[in-house]
């Protein structure tokens, strides 16, 4: 389970690959009980919010169902966000979240100092990188479900890691997701 493991390897990189975004809940949740003291800083990818408000948990709704699970305020940095394919309801704060969002016609050229910037440098918050690949260009990458004509080119992806893994300074966590 993933909290046994950052209990085991506190210092080592955890990347999560695969499956839809409602696979980062549980990443979210064991962080959140593996370290209580610790706030959470989350810097998402991706063409959608995910924070629909649907009764039931899926791809679409991680972020809000986080943020009725944890007590605790947490940032939520949404970048690459598409204007044209996400509902009204979703652009609505969270409960317990400070969420900023970052449009992909802002994004692209100014991407590696929005997530420097998203970036919390502290030893009391722990960051995360979340990317949801509907946030890749659908002519460079077919085989996302969420075509996405605008979006980032592998180079532009790999940048943004790199970004993220030069600044931060405690244990490493990204999500790959679709």
Known sequence: NIQSIIYKYPQTPVVQLGGGHDHIFPLLKSIHETMPNKSLNIINLDAHLDTRKDASPHSGTPFRQFSRFSKKRFNLHQICI?????????????????????????????????????????????????????????????????INPSGLNFEQLDQSIKTYQDKISHQEFIGFYE
């Open 82 to 146: 598409q204007k044209e394919s996400n509902a009204k309801e979703n652009f609505q704060q969270l409960q317990n979240c400070t969420m900023r969002i970052h449009y992909i016609e802002n994004s692209i050229n100014i991407l590696n100092n929005l997530i420097s910037d998203s970036i919390v440098l502290s030893k009391d918050w722990i960051n995360i990188l979340s990317i949801d690949l509907d946030v890749m260009d659908s002519n460079i990458f077919k085989s996302c479900s969420a």
